[in-house]
């Protein structure tokens, strides 16, 4: 799955947006994740990854993890996971037909984006971060504002 910018003004310089992919490979009941980001502003994360079933209202999210990005806007980190139970949500690997970069954040956005297929569902004004991620965030914001005050 091909990752491709979505929101502007992530990109490290003008002429390079964004890019990136998403791998899944099935083996032994297992499957193994995958994720491969460039030309990210490290100051504009943290990045998080979600697999996405959008034939589903509300959406079926898996909250796969951060991906950490260095100072040239790179990352790449994977998971695994049984296959029948993603992130332990209790899906399929197959259920999943989005892989989005998140920014996770007052106002989320999502700077990258990858499409099972051809067709583009579109999910973003579905997409909602959960009470104990939203919590967490709260949390990170105080803690970033307050690291800023001190300097």
Known sequence: MILQEEDKGFGMAIDKQ????????????????????QNLIKEKGPYVCYLIDTTKNPLYTARLGEVPVDDTGRGEIWWEYREDNVADTGLNVDKFNVSTIVVESEETSFPLVGYVGKERA??????????????????????????KMKF
């Open 122 to 147: 579109s999910f973003k004004d579905r997409f909602v971060v959960k009470r104990e991620q939203q919590k967490n965030l709260k949390k990170r914001l105080k803690l970033k504002l307050k690291l």
């Open 18 to 37: 964004p890019t990136g992919y998403t791998k899944i490979e099935n083996k032994n009941g297992k499957c193994k994740i995958t994720v491969y980001v």
